[in-house]
């Protein structure tokens, strides 16, 4: 479907140059002399290169349906990541590099949501935080408080994120997975 370029939001799924992309981020300028444009950066859905385009607000590009999924993540390897489709079971590949630093986050038995262009899984959004457990840690120092600052630890998926100094190896933590980011400490 065809829809004016100042319309183009993050997360939609545009054909270009016989290509699919995935927009990332836009930035709509306004220079004082001239008309409007775009500038969008996106990702090409198949091979994961970055580029930027820019448009005039009033030209149009193609924007592709896309259908959403839940899916169960099952294992991967070096190069692909195996799922299974939740209504018909059907199992399907996708390359790693497509999740890009965000592989670290899934784990056996994970719900997400595939997005699919024209029958391919071209997207994986992964739950909003996950449990971890803390592998490495400076250790506790008596009478530091919460509102100092805050400390490297290394999780068990291979990650580091800041923690507060109170936590220590072995406990478990909610991880905020877009932001790389401590959320709290694991009630449960």
């Not at 959004?125 to 120092?141: G, K, M, S």
């Not at 509102?147 to 478990?172: D, H, I, T, W």
């Amino acid at each position: 479907m065809k829809i004016q370029a100042n319309t183009i939001r993050p997360g939609f799924i545009i054909e270009h140059n016989s290509r699919q992309w995935g927009v990332l981020k836009i930035q709509l300028i306004q220079p004082g002399k001239g008309g409007a444009f775009i500038q969008v950066e996106m990702r090409d859905i198949r091979t994961g290169n970055k580029t930027n385009e820019r448009w005039r607000t009033q030209d149009t590009v193609e924007k592709l349906s896309v259908e959403e999924k839940e899916c169960t993540y099952l294992f991967g390897d070096e190069a692909t990541l195996t799922f299974m489709d939740g209504e018909n079971f059907e199992q399907f590949v996708m390359p790693r590099e497509m999740l890009g630093d965000q592989v670290a986050f899934l784990q056996d038995g994970m719900v997400v949501t595939v997005d699919f262009v024209e029958g391919s899984p071209v997207s994986v959004t992964l739950p909003a935080t996950v449990v971890l457990t803390v592998v490495e840690a400076d250790p506790v120092v008596k009478g530091q408080t919460a509102a100092a600052s805050y400390k490297p630890a290394k999780l068990e998926n291979g990650l580091r994120v800041m923690v507060p100094p109170f936590l220590a190896v072995g406990e478990k933590i909610v991880v905020n997975t877009s932001e790389i980011a401590y959320v709290e400490r694991f009630k449960g």
